[in-house]
Protein backbone atom coordinates (compact mmCIF):
# COMPACT_ATOMS: atom_id res chain seq x y z
CA UNK A 1 0.00 0.00 0.00
CA UNK A 2 1.50 3.40 -1.00
CA UNK A 3 0.06 6.71 0.06
CA UNK A 4 1.41 9.77 -2.38
CA UNK A 5 1.33 13.08 -1.81
CA UNK A 6 3.61 15.72 -4.24
CA UNK A 7 3.73 19.35 -4.41
CA UNK A 8 6.69 21.46 -6.41
CA UNK A 9 9.28 21.18 -3.46
CA UNK A 10 8.63 17.61 -2.23
CA UNK A 11 6.92 14.36 -2.63
CA UNK A 12 5.58 12.13 0.81
CA UNK A 13 5.63 8.01 0.23
CA UNK A 14 4.11 6.20 3.16
CA UNK A 15 4.13 2.28 3.65
CA UNK A 16 2.06 -0.08 5.66
CA UNK A 17 3.28 -1.60 8.48
CA UNK A 18 1.98 -5.30 8.49
CA UNK A 19 2.76 -7.65 11.45
CA UNK A 20 4.91 -10.38 10.66
CA UNK A 21 6.04 -13.35 12.83
CA UNK A 22 9.17 -15.66 11.70
CA UNK A 23 11.59 -18.05 12.69
CA UNK A 24 14.23 -17.58 10.07
CA UNK A 25 14.23 -14.02 11.22
CA UNK A 26 14.30 -14.58 14.68
CA UNK A 27 17.96 -16.04 13.88
CA UNK A 28 19.28 -13.13 11.69
CA UNK A 29 18.10 -9.55 13.92
CA UNK A 30 16.93 -9.37 17.11
CA UNK A 31 14.25 -6.67 16.31
CA UNK A 32 12.72 -5.56 12.91
CA UNK A 33 10.04 -4.21 11.24
CA UNK A 34 7.92 -5.54 8.10
CA UNK A 35 6.55 -2.78 5.37
CA UNK A 36 4.53 -2.95 2.34
CA UNK A 37 5.34 -0.44 -0.20
CA UNK A 38 4.94 0.31 -3.87
CA UNK A 39 8.47 0.96 -4.97
CA UNK A 40 7.78 2.36 -8.55
CA UNK A 41 6.61 5.63 -7.08
CA UNK A 42 9.84 5.99 -5.17
CA UNK A 43 12.23 5.09 -8.44
CA UNK A 44 10.28 7.47 -10.47
CA UNK A 45 10.58 10.18 -8.23
CA UNK A 46 14.22 9.27 -7.44
CA UNK A 47 15.18 9.57 -11.48
CA UNK A 48 12.77 13.17 -11.45
CA UNK A 49 15.09 14.50 -9.14
CA UNK A 50 18.16 14.22 -11.04
CA UNK A 51 16.96 16.92 -13.60
CA UNK A 52 14.58 18.64 -10.80
CA UNK A 53 16.36 18.22 -7.56
CA UNK A 54 13.55 18.20 -5.20
CA UNK A 55 13.63 16.22 -1.91
CA UNK A 56 11.63 12.93 -0.70
CA UNK A 57 10.10 11.84 2.32
CA UNK A 58 9.73 8.25 3.22
CA UNK A 59 7.62 7.54 6.41
CA UNK A 60 7.16 3.95 7.70
CA UNK A 61 5.14 3.90 10.87
CA UNK A 62 7.49 5.59 13.43
CA UNK A 63 10.26 6.51 10.72
CA UNK A 64 10.21 9.97 8.68
CA UNK A 65 13.34 10.04 6.71
CA UNK A 66 13.23 13.25 4.27
CA UNK A 67 16.32 12.97 1.54
CA UNK A 68 17.76 14.18 -1.33
CA UNK A 69 19.26 12.01 -3.60
CA UNK A 70 21.57 11.57 -6.71
CA UNK A 71 22.95 9.26 -8.72
CA UNK A 72 25.81 7.34 -7.24
CA UNK A 73 27.68 6.54 -10.83
CA UNK A 74 27.97 2.75 -10.40
CA UNK A 75 27.00 2.08 -13.37
CA UNK A 76 28.74 3.90 -16.35
CA UNK A 77 27.77 4.36 -19.35
CA UNK A 78 28.51 1.05 -21.38
CA UNK A 79 26.81 -0.21 -18.35
CA UNK A 80 25.67 -3.86 -19.91
CA UNK A 81 24.31 -7.24 -18.47
CA UNK A 82 24.80 -10.88 -20.22
CA UNK A 83 22.23 -13.47 -19.52
CA UNK A 84 22.59 -17.04 -20.68
CA UNK A 85 19.40 -18.13 -21.74
CA UNK A 86 17.96 -21.55 -23.71
CA UNK A 87 18.55 -18.79 -27.06
CA UNK A 88 22.34 -18.22 -26.23
CA UNK A 89 23.56 -15.63 -24.23
CA UNK A 90 21.76 -11.99 -24.32
CA UNK A 91 23.18 -9.04 -23.94
CA UNK A 92 21.02 -5.96 -22.51
CA UNK A 93 22.33 -2.56 -22.46
CA UNK A 94 20.96 -0.32 -20.16
CA UNK A 95 21.29 3.25 -19.10
CA UNK A 96 18.37 3.34 -16.15
CA UNK A 97 19.35 4.94 -13.35
CA UNK A 98 18.85 2.45 -10.16
CA UNK A 99 21.63 3.48 -7.61
CA UNK A 100 21.57 6.52 -5.76
CA UNK A 101 23.49 8.40 -2.80
CA UNK A 102 22.33 11.53 -0.76
CA UNK A 103 21.52 12.53 2.36
CA UNK A 104 18.66 12.97 4.99
CA UNK A 105 17.78 16.00 5.83
CA UNK A 106 17.03 15.99 9.51
CA UNK A 107 20.25 14.68 10.48
CA UNK A 108 22.78 14.87 8.02
CA UNK A 109 23.39 11.26 7.72
CA UNK A 110 24.50 9.53 4.51
CA UNK A 111 21.68 7.38 2.16
CA UNK A 112 22.32 4.80 -0.04
CA UNK A 113 19.39 3.68 -1.86
CA UNK A 114 18.80 1.35 -4.96
CA UNK A 115 15.69 1.57 -6.62
CA UNK A 116 14.00 -0.05 -9.22
CA UNK A 117 9.79 -0.37 -9.68
CA UNK A 118 9.53 -3.41 -7.25
CA UNK A 119 13.07 -2.61 -5.31
CA UNK A 120 14.45 -1.11 -2.75
CA UNK A 121 17.98 -1.56 -1.23
CA UNK A 122 19.63 0.14 1.19
CA UNK A 123 20.56 2.49 4.43
CA UNK A 124 20.54 5.71 5.76
CA UNK A 125 22.00 6.87 8.82
CA UNK A 126 20.17 8.99 11.38
CA UNK A 127 21.59 10.26 13.98
CA UNK A 128 23.80 7.47 16.06
CA UNK A 129 21.99 4.61 14.21
CA UNK A 130 22.27 2.99 10.41
CA UNK A 131 18.98 1.56 9.47
CA UNK A 132 18.73 -0.82 6.17
CA UNK A 133 15.90 -1.51 4.23
CA UNK A 134 15.42 -4.25 1.76
CA UNK A 135 13.13 -7.32 0.34
CA UNK A 136 11.72 -9.72 2.55
CA UNK A 137 11.61 -12.48 0.26
CA UNK A 138 15.52 -13.40 0.56
CA UNK A 139 15.66 -13.61 4.00
CA UNK A 140 11.82 -15.67 4.33
CA UNK A 141 11.33 -17.05 1.34
CA UNK A 142 8.14 -17.87 2.13
CA UNK A 143 7.43 -13.82 2.60
CA UNK A 144 4.68 -12.35 -0.63
CA UNK A 145 6.30 -9.92 -2.91
CA UNK A 146 6.30 -5.92 -2.00
CA UNK A 147 6.94 -6.99 1.01
CA UNK A 148 10.43 -4.71 2.89
CA UNK A 149 11.85 -5.28 5.96
CA UNK A 150 13.70 -2.25 7.93
CA UNK A 151 16.17 -2.94 10.93
CA UNK A 152 18.51 -1.19 12.47
CA UNK A 153 22.34 -2.03 12.58
CA UNK A 154 22.47 -2.63 15.89
CA UNK A 155 19.56 -5.65 16.01
CA UNK A 156 21.46 -7.51 13.33
CA UNK A 157 22.87 -11.05 14.68
CA UNK A 158 26.33 -11.65 12.88
CA UNK A 159 26.59 -15.24 11.72
CA UNK A 160 27.68 -16.72 8.48
CA UNK A 161 23.81 -18.08 7.48
CA UNK A 162 22.61 -14.06 8.02
CA UNK A 163 22.59 -12.85 4.44
CA UNK A 164 21.43 -9.63 4.99
CA UNK A 165 22.21 -6.40 3.52
CA UNK A 166 24.89 -5.25 6.35
CA UNK A 167 26.49 -8.73 6.24
CA UNK A 168 26.64 -9.29 2.46
CA UNK A 169 28.36 -5.32 2.35
CA UNK A 170 30.97 -6.11 5.40
CA UNK A 171 31.55 -10.01 3.42
CA UNK A 172 32.27 -7.88 0.24
CA UNK A 173 34.33 -4.89 1.82
CA UNK A 174 36.54 -7.87 3.71
CA UNK A 175 36.47 -9.61 0.04
CA UNK A 176 38.16 -6.17 -1.37
CA UNK A 177 40.75 -5.47 1.64
CA UNK A 178 42.15 -8.88 1.25
CA UNK A 179 42.28 -7.98 -2.89
CA UNK A 180 44.11 -4.82 -1.41
CA UNK A 181 46.49 -6.65 0.81
CA UNK A 182 47.63 -8.97 -2.11
CA UNK A 183 48.50 -6.04 -4.79
CA UNK A 184 49.39 -3.40 -1.79
CA UNK A 185 52.97 -3.29 -2.91
CA UNK A 186 51.69 -1.99 -6.29
CA UNK A 187 49.31 0.61 -4.87
CA UNK A 188 51.73 1.62 -1.95
CA UNK A 189 52.93 4.77 -3.97
CA UNK A 190 49.31 5.96 -4.67
CA UNK A 191 47.33 5.07 -1.96
CA UNK A 192 45.23 8.22 -1.30
CA UNK A 193 44.71 8.61 -4.89
CA UNK A 194 41.29 8.28 -6.18
CA UNK A 195 40.37 5.41 -8.80
CA UNK A 196 37.78 4.13 -11.48
CA UNK A 197 37.77 0.53 -11.77
CA UNK A 198 36.15 -1.68 -14.44
CA UNK A 199 33.91 -4.12 -12.58
CA UNK A 200 32.40 -7.35 -13.36
CA UNK A 201 30.07 -9.38 -11.19
CA UNK A 202 29.23 -13.30 -12.57
CA UNK A 203 26.36 -14.37 -10.68
CA UNK A 204 25.02 -18.39 -11.20
CA UNK A 205 21.69 -20.14 -11.36
CA UNK A 206 22.04 -20.46 -7.49
CA UNK A 207 21.51 -16.85 -7.16
CA UNK A 208 18.91 -16.42 -10.15
CA UNK A 209 16.65 -19.51 -8.19
CA UNK A 210 17.19 -17.27 -5.24
CA UNK A 211 16.02 -13.60 -5.97
CA UNK A 212 13.93 -15.44 -9.05
CA UNK A 213 14.33 -13.54 -12.27
CA UNK A 214 17.66 -11.64 -14.08
CA UNK A 215 16.61 -8.18 -13.21
CA UNK A 216 16.05 -8.97 -9.66
CA UNK A 217 19.95 -10.38 -9.33
CA UNK A 218 21.10 -7.37 -11.24
CA UNK A 219 19.26 -4.92 -8.74
CA UNK A 220 20.76 -6.97 -6.18
CA UNK A 221 24.29 -7.00 -7.39
CA UNK A 222 23.99 -2.84 -8.01
CA UNK A 223 22.59 -2.96 -4.70
CA UNK A 224 25.18 -4.22 -2.64
CA UNK A 225 27.70 -2.47 -4.89
CA UNK A 226 25.90 0.43 -4.10
CA UNK A 227 26.02 0.21 -0.25
CA UNK A 228 30.22 -0.79 -0.67
CA UNK A 229 31.00 2.10 -2.82
CA UNK A 230 30.38 4.59 0.38
CA UNK A 231 32.75 3.50 2.11
CA UNK A 232 35.42 4.53 -0.63
CA UNK A 233 33.63 8.19 -0.50
CA UNK A 234 36.22 10.02 1.35
Known amino acids: LLVFSGSLTAQTFSGQKVPYASL ?5 FTSW ?3 SIDAAPVHEAAKSAMTNPSPITLNLDG ?6 LSPSRVTASNYKVQALTSDGIQVVYSNEQKAFQGYDMQGGGTVRLTLDDDFIYGF ?4 SETWYIEPLSPLDPSAPPGLYIVYPQ ?6 DDNKCALMIGEQEMQQLEDQYDNDGDDLTADASACYEIDLAIASDYLMFDKYGSVTAVENHNIGV ?4 QDNYIG
Open 225 to 228: INNV
Open 33 to 35: EVF
Open 63 to 68: HHWTMY
Open 124 to 127: IRQN
Open 154 to 159: SSVIKT
Open 24 to 28: SLQKK
